[in-house]
C-alpha cells in the first residue's frame, strides 16, 4: 500500500515528481552541515543561501525568488500570472530543489478530475480492499501548471489542501506534508480557453505575483546559460526541510504590534469601503505573517509599517473586485497606502 507523501502520479492525473525527503536526504548529502536556524538573522542567511542558488537558474528575478521564499516562511500559497515561457516553472522546481523537498507538477486541462489531484482509492484484489493512491498534491511544493485551464470543480480540490493543510477522500482525512506549497500558474493571454478562479481559490493565496519580460542583458545571459544542460539540473539543496520548518516557527514569533496590526486592519477596511470586494479577514492575516517573513528577511525580530507596505501590493491586490467588475484591485491598494497612516 502506498502511503501519502510518497511519490508517484496517481490515476490519470499527470504529475511530475522530484523525489526529496527533507531530513534523511539532506544529512546524507551533507546539506544540513549550516546551523539550524534561531533567530531572524540566521533565517535572513538562510533565505540568501536559497536565493543565491536559485539565481543561478532565474536570471534577473530576485524579487520573485523573495516572494517565493516569503510566501513560503509565511506558511501561504503563490499565484503566478504571465505569459507562457518566462520561467514560472523553473522557479518553483529551482525553489524545491534548493530547499530538498519534494516536487509535483500537476499540468491543469478541461479534463482533469478532482481525484487526479487529491488521490483515488483503488481496488486491491490481493487483499479484498481498496488501498489509497496518494495524488500529485502530497508534495512540499506543488506546481499547478496553468490552474485556470481546469474547470472550477476541479479547482476546488485545492481548497480543503490550501487552507488546512489536509485531503479529505471517501469520508478519510489525511495530512499533507510539511511544510506544503502550492505554486499555481495563470495563463492571462487566452482567456476565452481558461476559467475565471473561484473567488474562494483566489482568496487562499498568500501572494499573487507577474515575472514579466528579461530585459536585453537578462535575456541574452539565460540564452547563454540554457545552450548546454539546463541550470536547473545544477541546482543542489542549500537547506533541509527541517531548517524550513525551524524558519517558519521563527517567522511566526516575529512581533507585530498592536500599532501594526491596526494598520493592517484599517487597510482591509479601506480596501472594502472603496471596492465591489476588498480584502477579507484571511487577507489581512496573510499580509500580517507575509510581513513577520519580510522582517525576518531583513534579519529582524518585529514587523515595521515598511513591511506591510512592501508586502501589501502583492498580498491585497487580487483579493478586490472594483465597482466596474474588474480584478485588478492594484490601485485601490495603492490609494490605500497612500491615505492611510500608522497611529
Known amino acids: 500500500m502506498t502511503e501519502p507523501g510518497e511519490s508517484g502520479p496517481v490515476g490519470t492525473g499527470p504529475a511530475e515528481s522530484t523525489d526529496g525527503n527533507a531530513e534523511t536526504a539532506g544529512a546524507a548529502a ?7 536556524p534561531e ?6 542567511a538562510l533565505a ?8 543561478d537558474v532565474i536570471v534577473g528575478k ?5 516572494h517565493v521564499l516569503v510566501t513560503v516562511l509565511a506558511r501561504g500559497h503563490l499565484l503566478v500570472e504571465d505569459v507562457p515561457g518566462v520561467g514560472k516553472t523553473t522557479l518553483a522546481k ?7 523537498g519534494s516536487f509535483k507538477r500537476v499540468q491543469f486541462t478541461p479534463d482533469l478530475l478532482p481525484s487526479d489531484v487529491t488521490g483515488v482509492n483503488v481496488f486491491n484484489r490481493r487483499t479484498d480492499e481498496f488501498d489509497f493512491q496518494p495524488g500529485p498534491v502530497f508534495a512540499n511544493v506543488v506546481l499547478g501548471d496553468e490552474i485556470n485551464r481546469a474547470p472550477p470543480k476541479t479547482q476546488s480540490a485545492l481548497l480543503e489542501a490550501m487552507e488546512e493543510n489536509q485531503v479529505t477522500t471517501d469520508g478519510t482525512t489525511r495530512d499533507l506534508p510539511d511544510p506544503f506549497c502550492v505554486i499555481a500558474t495563470q495563463n492571462d493571454v487566452e482567456p476565452g480557453q481558461t476559467y475565471e478562479l473561484p473567488v474562494a481559490e483566489v482568496d487562499r493565496f498568500t501572494k499573487k505575483i507577474r515575472l514579466g519580460y528579461p530585459d ?3 535575456e541574452a545571459a539565460i540564452l547563454g546559460r540554457l545552450a548546454g544542460d539546463h541550470p536547473i539540473d545544477a541546482v543542489e539543496p542549500v537547506a533541509t526541510i527541517a531548517d524550513v520548518r525551524r524558519a517558519r516557527a521563527i517567522v511566526g514569533e516575529i512581533e507585530a504590534s498592536e500599532a501594526v496590526r491596526e494598520y493592517v486592519a484599517r487597510l482591509a477596511v479601506y ?3 472603496n471596492a465591489k470586494l476588498g480584502a477579507s479577514p484571511r487577507g489581512s492575516l496573510a499580509l500580517i505573517r507575509a510581513s513577520q517573513a519580510r522582517a525576518a528577511l531583513a534579519g529582524r525580530g518585529y514587523v515595521i509599517p515598511d513591511d ?7 498580498v491585497l491586490s487580487h483579493r478586490i473586485r472594483t465597482e466596474s467588475g474588474g480584478t485588478d484591485g492594484a490601485d485601490v491598494v495603492d490609494d490605500a497606502l497612500d491615505r492611510i497612516r500608522v497611529e
Open 30 to 36: 551533507g546539506v544540513g552541515a549550516a546551523v539550524e
Open 39 to 44: 533567530t531572524p538573522a540566521d533565517v535572513a
Open 48 to 55: 540568501d543561501r536559497i536565493v543565491s542558488e536559485v539565481e
Open 62 to 66: 530576485r524579487d520573485a525568488v523573495e
Open 94 to 100: 529551482s525553489v524545491a530543489r534548493s530547499i530538498d
Open 216 to 218: 536585453t542583458e537578462e
Open 271 to 273: 480596501t472594502r469601503r
Open 308 to 314: 506591510v507596505q512592501a508586502e501589501a501590493p502583492t
